[in-house]
C-alpha cells in the first residue's frame, strides 16, 4: 500500500511537469504583452502600450473583423447543416448511414494543407474569385463536421420517452421536434456552435490557401507579423485570442455536461 | 413499426442528410477528385493546365505519371523522408510522454480534481496552433527569452541559434500535438476496470508485468486513436515547420504550399498532396479494420 502511495506520487509530480510543459510557453506570451521593452526579452516594467497600439492598428482591426464575418456567417450555416445531420445518425436508420459517418470525418482527418490545395484549385477551375465567400465555403466544410460530432454525442444521452411522451399525447412530430427535442439538444447545439466559431477564428492553413485579396483574416495578418518579425503586438493579439478561446471552450465544456449530456469527449 | 412508417422513418434520415452530402460533397469530395485529375496533368508556362489535345496518346506515353516520377527525385524523396521520420519521432515521444499523465488524470488523480485536470488539457487542445508554434519562436529567437536566460546565467557568452532547425521544428510539433495524443489516451484508460489491474497484483504479477500484459492491452485503442490523431497532422505538416525551420526544414506540407502559392506548378503540388493523403487514407484503413476486429472506437 506505501508503495502504491509513493508511485502515485511521483506520478503527481510528473503530470504537474507536463503541464509546466503544456503551460509555460503561453504563460510567457502572455507575461510579455505586458512588458515595456520592445526588441528584447527583458523585463521592463508593465504597460498596456501595446493594447492600445492594437486599437489603432487598422490592419489588425480590419482582419479581425474578417475573422468576424467568417466566423458568424459559416458558424451559423454549419450548425444548421451539422444539427441536421446529427439528428439522422442520432435517431434515424437510412441508407449510408456508415457513409454519412465516414464523410463527417474526413474533414477533420484530411491534412489540411490537401484539402486548403485542392480547394484553391476547384474555385480556379470554375473561375471564382478568391474573396471572403470562399473562405466562408471553406470554414463552412470543416465546421459542419465539428458541429455533427458534438451534437451527435449530446444525442446519445437523450431519453427519447420524452418525444414519445409528447407523440403519445397528440403533439403533432413538428411541434414535439420544437418543444420537446430542440430545447433538450440545445447545449450541445450552443457548445458545437461555440467551437465550430472557435475554430473558423483560428485556421490559418486552409484560409492561406482561399483568401483572396483583401480578405485577410486575424491568423493571416498575425502570420504576415511573425514572418516580419516578432513583435509586442503580435504578443497582445495572441494574448486576446488566446483569452477568448479559454472562455469559449470553458462554456462549451460546461454546456456539454449538462444532463443529459452524453459522457462522450470531444476527442 | 408499420412498414410505411419504417419507409417513411428511412427517407427522413436521407432528407436530415442530404444537406451535409450537398455541402460536403460540393465543397469537399469534388475539390478532392479534382485535385486527383490534375495530379496526371501538366502545367503550362503561365502556371495554368496545359490542355491535352490528344488523351489516348497522352496516358499511352505514360506522361500523366510525369510528377509523380519527379516527386520521386532525390530532392524530394528526401523531403519525404524529413516529413515522415519528424512524424514518426514526434508520435512516439508524443506516446512516451502523454501515457504517465493520462493514466494520472485517468486512474490516479483524486476524483474530485479530474474534470479541472481534464480541462487544463482541453484548453491547449482547442488554442490556435499559430499562437502555440509563435510562443516557442518567442522563446527561442536568438533575443530570445531562453537566450537571455543562458547568458544571464553565464552558461554560454554569446546567443545560441536555436531557432530554425530540425529540434526547433519537433519541440514546436511535440508541444502542439501532445494534447491531441493525451486526450484519447484518456479516453481509453478511464474506461479501464481496475479489479483487473488488481487480480494481476494479487495473482502475483510483478507491477511491471501488470503494466505491459494487462494495462497496455486493454489502453491499446486509445494509443492507436492518438497515434492516428498525432502522425496525421505531423505528417502534413506546415506551420511549425515554416515559423521554427524555415528554410531549413522543409516538410511536404511546406512543398505542396509552395508549389500552389509561390512556384505555381499545381499538377506537381496535386501529386505530392495526393501521395500525403495515400499515406493517410491507409493508416486510416488499418485503423478501421483494427477498430472493427476490437469492436471499440475512441476516435471515431
Not at chain 1, 511573425?226 to 465544456?253: C, D, H, Q, R, Y
Not at chain 2, 506540407?253 to 502559392?261: E, I, K, M, P
Amino acid at each position: 500500500m506505501k508503495k502504491r502511495h509513493g508511485g502515485s506520487r511521483a506520478l503527481a509530480a510528473y503530470s504537474a511537469l507536463v503541464y509546466v510543459f503544456l503551460y509555460a510557453p503561453i504563460a510567457i506570451l502572455v507575461l510579455f504583452s505586458f512588458n515595456r521593452a520592445r526588441q528584447t526579452a527583458v523585463w521592463e516594467g508593465w504597460t498596456l502600450d501595446w493594447y492600445r497600439s492594437l486599437a489603432g492598428d487598422d490592419l489588425i482591426l480590419g482582419s479581425l473583423k474578417n475573422s468576424l464575418i467568417v466566423g458568424v456567417v459559416s458558424t451559423a450555416i454549419a450548425v444548421v447543416v451539422g444539427t441536421l445531420v446529427a439528428l439522422a445518425l442520432g435517431r434515424h436508420r437510412f441508407r449510408g448511414e456508415g457513409a454519412t459517418r465516414g464523410l463527417l470525418y474526413l474533414p477533420v482527418i484530411i491534412p489540411e494543407v490537401v484539402f486548403g490545395a485542392a480547394l484553391v484549385t476547384f474555385f480556379g477551375a470554375l473561375a471564382m474569385r478568391l474573396s471572403l465567400l470562399t473562405v466562408i465555403i471553406a470554414h463552412v466544410v470543416f465546421c459542419v463536421s465539428y458541429v455533427a460530432i458534438v451534437v451527435r454525442a449530446r444525442l446519445a444521452g437523450f431519453d427519447r420517452s420524452l418525444e414519445e411522451a409528447a407523440l403519445d399525447l397528440g403533439a403533432r412530430p413538428l411541434a414535439t421536434f420544437w418543444r420537446v427535442t430542440l430545447p433538450l439538444i440545445a447545449p450541445g447545439i450552443v457548445a458545437g456552435a461555440l467551437l465550430s466559431f472557435t475554430i473558423s477564428i483560428d485556421d490559418y492553413v486552409i484560409t492561406s490557401f482561399v483568401a483572396g485579396v483583401g480578405a485577410t483574416t486575424l491568423p493571416l495578418q498575425i502570420y504576415s507579423m511573425l514572418k516580419v518579425g516578432v513583435t509586442p503586438e503580435v504578443n497582445a493579439v495572441s494574448s486576446l485570442i488566446l483569452l477568448f478561446t479559454i472562455v469559449m471552450i470553458t462554456i462549451a465544456t460546461r454546456l456539454q455536461q449538462q444532463p443529459p449530456a452524453a459522457r462522450e469527449d470531444v476527442s | 413499426m408499420s412498414v410505411r412508417a419504417s419507409v417513411r422513418e428511412r427517407s427522413a434520415g436521407t432528407w436530415l442528410a442530404l444537406p451535409t452530402w450537398v455541402t460536403l460533397g460540393l465543397f469537399f469530395l469534388l475539390p478532392l477528385a479534382i485535385l486527383f485529375v490534375i495530379s496526371f496533368g501538366q502545367r503550362d508556362t503561365y502556371g495554368g493546365l496545359k490542355p491535352i489535345a490528344d488523351l489516348g496518346a497522352y496516358i499511352l506515353s505514360g506522361k500523366f505519371l510525369a510528377n509523380y516520377a519527379r516527386s520521386l527525385h532525390p530532392i524530394y524523396l528526401q523531403i519525404f523522408w524529413r516529413s515522415v521520420w519528424m512524424a514518426v519521432v514526434t508520435t512516439a515521444v508524443c506516446l512516451v510522454v502523454s501515457f504517465p499523465i493520462a493514466y494520472y488524470i485517468a486512474v490516479a488523480a483524486p476524483p474530485r480534481r479530474r474534470n479541472l485536470l481534464l480541462g487544463l488539457v482541453v484548453v491547449p487542445f482547442w488554442t490556435s496552433f499559430l499562437i502555440r508554434t509563435y510562443a516557442w519562436m518567442f522563446i527561442l529567437r536568438t533575443e530570445g527569452l531562453l537566450n537571455r536566460l543562458l547568458l544571464a546565467t553565464g552558461l554560454t557568452n554569446q546567443p545560441l541559434e536555436l531557432l530554425y532547425n530540425h529540434f526547433a521544428v519537433l519541440i514546436g510539433m511535440i508541444y502542439g500535438e501532445l494534447p491531441f495524443m493525451i486526450l484519447p489516451l484518456f479516453a481509453s484508460l478511464e474506461k479501464l476496470d481496475l479489479s483487473l489491474l488488481e487480480a494481476s497484483a494479487d495473482l502475483g504479477a510483478a507491477s511491471r508485468s501488470t503494466f505491459w500484459r494487462v494495462t497496455v492491452p486493454l489502453a491499446m485503442p486509445g494509443i492507436v486513436a492518438g497515434v492516428i490523431l498525432v502522425f496525421v497532422p505531423s505528417l502534413g505538416q506546415f506551420i511549425v515547420s515554416d515559423l521554427l525551420g524555415g528554410a531549413k526544414t522543409i516538410l511536404a506540407g511546406n512543398l505542396v504550399q509552395n508549389q500552389f502559392a509561390i512556384a505555381r506548378n499545381k499538377p506537381f503540388g496535386s501529386a505530392v498532396a495526393f501521395e500525403i493523403t495515400a499515406v493517410v487514407l491507409a493508416l486510416l484503413f488499418f485503423y478501421a479494420l483494427y477498430t472493427r476486429r476490437r469492436g471499440e472506437d475512441v476516435l471515431l
